[in-house]
């Protein structure tokens, strides 16, 4: 122990340091504002099914979305009431369904789903969490009603 070189035990704790910031920026950012939701659909079209080369990433931002403590587990219903009125009260419960893949923007689309029993127009909601490829963050969280069909 006496010769163990301190520059690496530096180097893990500036490491460590890093990792920690970087995964918590997310849940800073939803206890401090809101702008980073939009009521309304992702404007890009032409998405595809997630191949597996992302199931790493995508374990990760769902951990990040999911983790944070609320009486239901589901994700952002508060922020959501902040931002879209008309979901208040609304007891939402989301869940992930699935992941598609923007390649022209270099984004991934995180669908979560939260149903409306027994609702004569809308099945429920729906959160799109927009993750940037390039820097494996959430860009925007886009909600919507979605309609019977």
Not at 3 to 20: D, G, Q, Y
Not at 50 to 65: A, C, H, M, P
Not at 126 to 145: Q, T
């Amino acid at each position: 122990m006496k010769n163990f070189p301190k520059w690496i035990l530096f180097f893990f704790l500036v490491m460590l340091a890093c990792l920690h910031q970087k995964s918590s920026n997310f849940r800073r950012s939803l206890d401090s504002d809101y702008s980073f939701v939009v009521c309304g659909r992702y404007p890009h079209r032409g998405l595809h099914p997630v191949r597996t080369s992302y199931g790493k990433l995508i374990k990760k931002i769902r951990k990040e979305i999911e983790c944070r403590e609320r009486p239901n587990g589901s994700p952002l219903p508060n922020e959501i009431a902040q931002k879209c009125p008309e979901t208040k009260d609304k007891n939402l419960e989301f869940a992930y369904r699935s992941a598609f893949l923007d390649e022209k923007n270099g984004k991934i689309l995180m669908h979560y789903f939260a149903g409306i029993p027994h609702h004569q127009i809308f099945a429920g909601y729906a959160e799109h969490f927009i993750v940037n490829l390039r820097s494996k963050r959430i860009e925007r969280v886009y909600v919507f009603p979605v309609p019977l069909e």
